[in-house]
């Protein structure tokens, strides 16, 4: 998996978000600004495929999905704030990273090579990894699910919103 994150692009991007002013905490620290802080710790985006990135887990089931593209930063900077009541995972404003690496303690600690390891020990907790596509439709497709429910503007709930194979 490469990463594709431009601090460049980034900044732009976080400027603008701020300059909206709404996306800015009043304490002033929003999840963007902590991403700046580790920067290159947040990709931009991510191709989801747990059996292609982590054969090292056992048990998985076989590769039959996965998610191209994955707005990894947009989520983790824009989308997630102020969302947190749909989550099915626990996450705060200034840390969002928990919705999706759920056992992480900090943002510095989500780091490429332990992700295997963290991953194994989050599916784990929710029922083993033949449990894989609950475990990811649970933190992503929920979300989606409930926020189109209360009429908020959200990501696919449809299979091929996600997968495009
Ligand atoms: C909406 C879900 C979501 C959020 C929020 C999120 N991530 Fe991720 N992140 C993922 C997924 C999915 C992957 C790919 C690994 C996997 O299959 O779980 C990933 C991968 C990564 C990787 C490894 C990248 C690579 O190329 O392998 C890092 C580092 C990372 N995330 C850091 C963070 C940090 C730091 C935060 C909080 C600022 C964060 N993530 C927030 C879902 C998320
Ligand atoms: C806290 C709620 C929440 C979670 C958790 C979440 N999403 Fe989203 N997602 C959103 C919102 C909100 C948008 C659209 C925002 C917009 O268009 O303004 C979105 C958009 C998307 C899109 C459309 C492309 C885009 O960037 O607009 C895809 C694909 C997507 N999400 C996939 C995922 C995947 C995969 C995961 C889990 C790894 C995930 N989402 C987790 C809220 C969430
Ligand atoms: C919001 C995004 C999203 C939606 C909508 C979604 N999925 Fe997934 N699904 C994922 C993610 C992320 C994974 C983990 C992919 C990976 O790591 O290979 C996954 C994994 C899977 C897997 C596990 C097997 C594999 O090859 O990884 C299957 C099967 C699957 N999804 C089927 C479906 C079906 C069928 C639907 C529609 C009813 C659906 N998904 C809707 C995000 C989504």
Redesign the pocket.
């Known amino acids: 998996m490469k990463k594709k994150t431009s601090i460049k692009t980034m900044v732009g991007f976080i400027t603008v978000v701020c300059a909206t002013a709404m996306l800015c905490l009043p304490n002033g620290s929003t999840a963007a600004d902590n991403a700046t802080k580790g920067a290159q710790k947040v990709p931009e985006t991510v191709d989801?495929?747990?059996?292609k990135q982590c054969p090292s887990i056992p048990g998985l089931?076989a590769?039959?999905?996965?998610?191209k593209g994955f707005t990894h930063e947009k989520h983790a900077i824009q989308y997630l704030l102020g969302k947190e009541k749909f989550s099915k995972y626990h996450y705060t404003d200034q840390f969002t990273c928990t919705a999706c690496h759920t056992e992480a303690k900090s943002q510095e600690a989500i780091t490429e090579d332990g992700m295997c390891a963290s991953i194994q020990e989050e599916l784990e907790k929710a029922g083993g990894a033949q449990k894989?596509?609950k475990f990811?439709?649970n933190t992503?497709?929920k979300c989606?699910a409930a926020m189109k429910k209360a009429g908020e503007k959200t990501?696919?709930?449809?299979?091929k919103?996600?997968?495009k194979r």
């Open positions: 989801i495929n747990l059996q089931p590769d039959k999905k996965d998610v894989m596509s990811f439709h992503c497709k989606h990501g696919p709930t449809s299979c919103g996600c997968h």
